[in-house]
């Protein structure tokens, strides 16, 4: 990393815990600023899958439907963007699928580390149950908007804390040269 | 390529290049670890994580894609699987640095850093001549792919042929319709094969290698056609036979360097002359249609050594390894392999970040700026100032 992306890295997340303990402070309320947070990153998507398409995948067999994809998205985001009063329960389907997959995976993780002796397995087993946990919390409380905001407050601060200890990694490898 | 060449027809290769038969199978044994160390089997044995050589499906599921995750990914794939064949490779005019720095990571055959790897194992013992022979044989398999994961290199489309021997010469083409399911076998007789899924992300573990065509690049009887989408429409047949025939052929000469029978290892030299009695019998195995040829090659090898081939097993140095004190591990087997990975991982390392390609991160030059990232690679640094080369 250079330390212009770590210090990107850290600004973001610092960011990012800042909306997230906004939202908790917000409470219900806090609902249609997730759904407006969803709806851009659906347009910064699509917007990303286009400057993508023109620096890169047009030079790739079959490209063009990166474009296709690209605006296809982009119009979604903008679509999303002027509509108002949605649902919590589409923001509870988005959490539940992200959980109960996290949770999969982790699970089968932890079973293949299990098969081969591997002493992680107990934390990588413990992190799929409560991604599991965390899913069937968003079945049971599907219509609760201030569970879904909870949720999601946790999540992106989470995530922030992960991309601030990732910016801190010491990522370079030492090269000695061969006598 | 799998079990088959990496460790049977690696055996095979060793024994023709003059190891004898125990040798043979501390080389072959490692040439196929390549394959299984991953950062699983190394917290079992609490040994580098940074050592990893391959990663398991699983770990490939989790592994984060953002900027250090692929890094971490390239190093691996790229120094192991997918050696790059020219780092400073021109591309069409109007291309971004982003696509320049992908498409100089597509594998090939007799590269440069093919040399450098080969030179690296010379003198380090029978692990690393192992490592060094996975990474050769994977160059004629896995040619044309790049080991990051990228859509715009490693994607494949509709257009993808089996090519059949017609028994006059020529080839009748089937086209092959791809299915997704990991679990399911690939079915020869009905052409059905697995690959993974089309992710239309450019950083998505399913564009990773030879994931989009699918296990064809580790059989050795099959020859296809298919357009490679860096290729600019231009379509590429990949004759398995010959590619691995070349690869056995090079894998003796490259030890017969590492043995000392040679003085220098160049590029595009075979051990014709070694194979030469066998070659009928090796071209038999290499284009039986079979999923598997480890039988053949097992029989092969114990045929030219007259003694039994054990089959590979992951634990049969494990406990040397675990039961060694802190500062004996690094004479064992295991601790060996350690090393010579990740002097093979920083060596490539080195090469793709002073080609001013940082796509498998940043390297530090020793003897300028000293020790500094990752803390595991003090091992190298301390078997390095006990007077050992890297």
Redesign the interface.
């Known amino acids: 990393m250079t330390k212009w992306q770590r210090i990107k890295s850290v600004f973001i997340g610092i960011l990012m815990i800042f909306i997230g303990v906004l939202m908790v402070f917000m409470g219900a309320e806090a609902c249609s600023l997730i759904m407006i947070i969803l709806s851009l990153s659906l347009t910064i998507s699509g917007l990303k899958m286009l400057i993508y398409y023109f620096t890169m995948a047009r030079h790739m067999v079959g490209g063009d439907q990166i474009l296709i994809r690209g605006m296809i998205i982009f119009d979604l985001g903008a679509i999303a963007e002027t509509l108002t009063n949605i649902s919590q329960i589409y923001i509870m389907g988005y959490l539940l699928a992200i959980h109960a997959f996290s949770g999969f995976v982790e699970i089968l993780r932890a079973v293949e580390a299990k098969r081969l002796d591997s002493p992680g397995w107990k934390l990588k087993f413990s992190t799929g149950i409560v991604n599991i946990i965390l899913a069937v919390i968003c079945i049971v409380f599907l219509r609760s908007t201030s569970i879904a905001v909870y949720l999601y407050s946790a999540g992106l601060i989470y995530s922030a804390i992960i991309r601030i200890i990732s910016a801190f990694r010491k990522t370079a490898v030492v090269f000695i040269t061969p006598s | 390529m799998q079990e088959d060449f990496h460790y049977y027809a690696t055996y095979c290769a060793a024994y023709l290049a003059g190891f004898t038969h125990e040798e043979s199978l501390d080389i072959c044994y490692s040439a196929q670890l390549v394959d299984l160390c991953s950062r699983?089997?190394l917290?079992?044995i609490k040994a580098p994580l940074?050592a990893a050589t391959t990663q398991?499906q699983?770990?490939m599921?989790?592994a984060?894609t953002?900027?250090?995750g692929l890094?971490d990914i390239t190093?691996i794939w790229s120094s192991f699987h997918f050696l790059p064949y020219d780092l400073f490779a021109e591309v069409?005019k109007g291309?971004?640095k982003?696509?320049k720095n992908?498409y100089r990571l597509i594998c090939d055959t007799n590269s440069d850093l093919l040399v450098d790897t080969v030179?690296?194992a010379a003198g380090k013992g029978l692990p690393a001549a192992g490592i060094a022979m996975h990474i050769l044989a994977d160059t004629w398999a896995h040619r044309y792919f790049a080991g990051t994961p990228s859509?715009?290199i490693n994607?494949t489309?509709y257009y993808f042929y089996e090519m059949l021997p017609d028994g006059q010469g020529g080839f009748t083409d089937i086209q092959i319709s791809f299915r997704h399911s990991p679990s399911d076998p690939d079915d020869l007789d009905v052409y059905k094969y697995t690959n993974s899924l089309f992710q239309?992300k450019?950083h998505s573990i399913m564009n990773l290698g030879h994931g989009r065509a699918g296990h064809l690049p580790d059989y050795s009887f099959i020859r296809y056609k298919y357009?490679?989408?860096?290729?600019?429409?231009d379509e590429i047949i990949k004759d398995n036979p010959s590619d691995y025939y070349h690869a056995f052929c090079q894998m003796i000469y490259a030890l017969k360097y590492l043995i000392g029978d040679i003085a220098e290892f160049e590029k595009n030299t075979y051990a014709w002359n070694e194979a030469k009695l066998y070659e009928d019998e090796i071209k038999t195995i290499i284009e039986k249609r079979q999923l598997n040829a480890s039988a053949d090659w097992k029989g092969f090898g114990e045929k030219l050594s007259g003694q039994e081939i054990e089959p590979f097993d992951l634990t049969k140095y494990e406990s040397e390894y675990v039961n060694a004190e802190n500062d004996d591990k690094d004479e064992t087997f295991l601790g060996k392999f350690i090393l010579a990975a990740m002097?093979q991982?920083?060596?490539v390392?080195?090469k793709i970040y002073t080609s001013g390609n940082l796509l498998a991160?940043?390297?530090?030059?020793?003897?300028e700026k000293g020790?500094?990232?990752?803390?595991d690679?003090q091992l190298?640094?301390k078997h390095?100032q006990k007077g050992f080369?890297?």
């Open positions: 699983t089997f917290s079992k940074s398991l699983l770990e599921m989790e984060r953002d900027l250090v890094q190093r069409k291309t971004s982003r696509y992908k030179h690296l859509l715009v994607n489309n239309s450019e357009l490679p989408a860096w290729g600019d429409y002097a991982k920083s060596m390392t080195n991160g940043y390297s530090i030059d020793f003897g020790f500094a990232g990752i803390k690679y190298l640094v390095f080369g890297i």
